[in-house]
């Protein structure tokens, strides 16, 4: 017994050096206990966060630095209002004539052609004559004729963008196709704010460019992330909470953005296969490794609807939409969410 208490005895001792030493080496190294440092800026026309899980104060503000660095680099190249921008010159460039471009620009126009063909051409980056065309007769008023709609969508089709990735250019092949990269470009900021803390050493935390986030591992308590769904009836009210590690969630819905024209319901979200408003959920949460693939993948999901389920899993997405039918809500979801829902993850 006598020297069963001696091994306890050194045990402790050694336990508490142990302590004393790692309480030592902190205070040395400027470390303290482990929380959550974050940033809040403009960018891409909306607020951005980016959030550091870390010890080191400095550490974690300079990582900060890097992923707003990193959101504000895509700002530059992807803008269609800035005219300096590497979009803006593919856009302004003659039919055919190629454009050289940066790896981030190359990326997400990589990300656009894979979930345009994917969906079906229900994501588009070169939507937008449709789109401008579909504001224009909600300012005015009036539902836009047959023909315009024929000659808007003439001017629509990611086919006809070329690029070449031995030279990483970009040539638009037919006079007025113009790209539009808004579809992904918030959710490929927050993929490359993500992956710039990481390469800084963090190991835990976020960035939310506008609501399309972007989760590093897992929470500070080693416990996946909440994320919470709005209810498209009442965006101020959650309808659904995920768990998620390592993971990107971006919501898209038509809940805020939706006009009555000449006795029709017309939301802003366009079919590029149709030309008219798509008649989808009214919201569409995804779940994905990558966050421009889940922003790209909410807009698809918007355009097809339940339909989509199918294109949806080959891609390797998970999702929730909710419909708003007599004031209730019907909910439809893939079978992978359920991983998601009670913090397996």
């Known amino acids: 017994m006598r020297s069963r208490k001696v091994v306890l005895a050194l045990a402790f001792a050694v336990l508490l050096g142990a302590l004393m030493l790692a309480v030592h080496f902190l205070a040395a190294s400027g470390l303290a206990r482990p929380q959550l440092y974050r940033r809040t800026s403009r960018a891409m026309g909306t ?79 070169t939507v937008g004559p449709l789109v401008e065309l579909w504001r224009r007769a ?87 992330w909440r994320a919470g769904i709005s ?36 939301s802003h979200i366009i079919d590029p296969r149709t030309g008219r408003p798509a008649d989808g959920p009214d919201s569409v949460t995804v779940v994905a490794a990558d966050g421009a693939e889940a922003d790209a993948w909410a807009t698809a999901l918007s355009v097809l609807g339940a339909g989509g389920a199918d294109a949806a899993r080959g891609a390797g997405v998970e999702f929730v939409m909710y419909f708003v039918e007599d004031g209730g809500l019907r909910r439809f979801a893939s079978e992978g969410i359920r991983e998601y829902e009670g913090g397996s993850r």
């Open 231 to 266: 209810d498209p009836r009442d965006p101020e009210q959650v309808v659904e909470t995920l768990h998620v590690s390592a993971r990107a969630v971006v919501t898209s819905g038509n809940y805020q953005q939706v006009s009555v024209v000449e006795g029709k319901r017309i």
């Open 47 to 125: 607020f951005v966060t980016v959030a550091a899980w870390s010890g080191d104060r400095s550490h974690a503000e300079e990582a900060l630095d890097l992923a707003l660095e990193e959101i504000r680099l895509l700002e530059g190249l992807l803008s269609t209002f800035d005219g300096k921008s590497e979009l803006s010159e593919i856009n302004g460039a003659p039919p055919g004539r190629p454009v050289l471009v940066s790896p981030a620009t190359l990326e997400a126009l990589g990300v656009a052609r894979r979930v345009w063909r994917e969906s079906g051409g229900a994501f588009d980056p």
């Open 138 to 224: 909600r300012e005015e008023g009036r539902l836009p004729s047959d023909e315009e709609i024929e000659a808007a969508r003439s001017k629509v089709g990611f086919e006809q963008v070329e690029v070449e990735g031995e030279t990483t250019s970009v040539a638009v092949g037919s006079a007025g196709v113009r790209l539009d990269l808004a579809a992904l470009a918030k959710g490929l900021a927050a993929e490359r704010a993500t992956r710039a803390l990481a390469a800084s050493g963090i190991r835990s935390g976020f960035a939310d460019v506008g609501g399309d986030v972007c989760f590093l591992g897992s929470g500070p308590s080693g416990r996946p």
